[in-house]
T-cell receptor
Framework: AQKVTQAQTEISVVEKEDVTLDCVYE???????LFWYKQPPSGELVFLIR??????QNEISGRYSWNFQKSTSSFNFTITASQVVDSAVYFC????????????FGEGTQLTVNP | EAGVAQSPRYKIIEKRQSVAFWCNPI?????LYWYQQILGQGPKLLIQ????????DSQLPKDRFSAERLKGVDSTLKIQPAKLEDSAVYLC???????????FGSGTRLTVV
């Protein structure tokens, strides 16, 4: 069975603070992919990153960084120096090789960045 | 490139009525998905098409939901009859065959009253 848990339902920070969104996953596959998506109030899901299970290198893209640790089955997402435009719901998702292209999403974390 | 187009953007219907949603994927994308996102939850896959064939419909409530993808391009998702619990955002997405990431549309927000 595959499962994604985002324990933080809501996070509220003040602009310029750093914030980390947690994601824990469960899978029996050895080959899998992990994703983060952003869903602003307009509703569309915006792709942020994809990671495969064989690449544990951390990644940084501007103010965004991701920490993938297979030992703890976690794929956490950090926003440095948060901005009001970062306010959105963020989803972590898992795709197992044995499940075809199906994405299993977590419940999402609502991030609010206050000015 | 143009994104995934969906219509209508919003729809309000009474329970037991029927409703249909339309999706036009990105040109050349062979794989098309319909996801249901209930308020406060993550999206859940309803059905996946590869060209005009169904690949995965294991989570589609087939007694009331149906979907088709004629000619391997546009797709329609139908609910008949609708129930209150069908109130959700219906998201369409598409991808190239080998690509692991999707492009999502803006969704159709359905309210069943």
């Amino acid at each position: 069975a595959q499962k994604v848990t985002q324990a933080q339902t809501e996070i509220s920070v003040v602009e310029k603070e750093d914030v980390t969104l947690d994601c824990v996953y469960e899978t029996r596959d050895t080959t899998y992919y992990l994703f983060w998506y952003k869903q602003p109030p307009s509703g569309e899901l915006v792709f942020l990153i994809r990671r495969n299970s064989f690449d544990e290198q951390n990644e940084i893209s501007g103010r965004y960084s991701w920490n993938f640790q297979k030992s703890t089955s976690s794929f956490n997402f950090t926003i440095t120096a948060s901005q009001v435009v970062d306010s959105a719901v963020y989803f972590c998702a898992l795709r197992q090789e044995t499940s075809g292209s199906r994405l299993t999403f977590g419940e999402g974390t609502q991030l609010t960045v206050n000015p | 490139e143009a994104g995934v187009a969906q219509s209508p953007r919003y729809k309000i219907i009474e329970k037991r009525q029927s409703v249909a949603f339309w999706c036009n994927p990105i040109s050349g994308h062979a794989t098309l998905y319909w996801y249901q996102q209930i308020l406060g939850q993550g999206p859940k896959l309803l059905i996946q098409f590869q060209n005009n064939g169904v690949v995965d419909d294991s989570q589609l409530p087939k007694d009331r939901f149906s979907a088709e993808r004629l000619k391997g391009v546009d797709s329609t998702l139908k609910i008949q009859p609708a129930k209150l619990e069908d109130s959700a955002v219906y998201l369409c997405a598409s991808s190239t065959y080998r690509r692991a990431g999707y492009t999502f549309g803006s969704g159709t927000r359905l309210t069943v009253v």
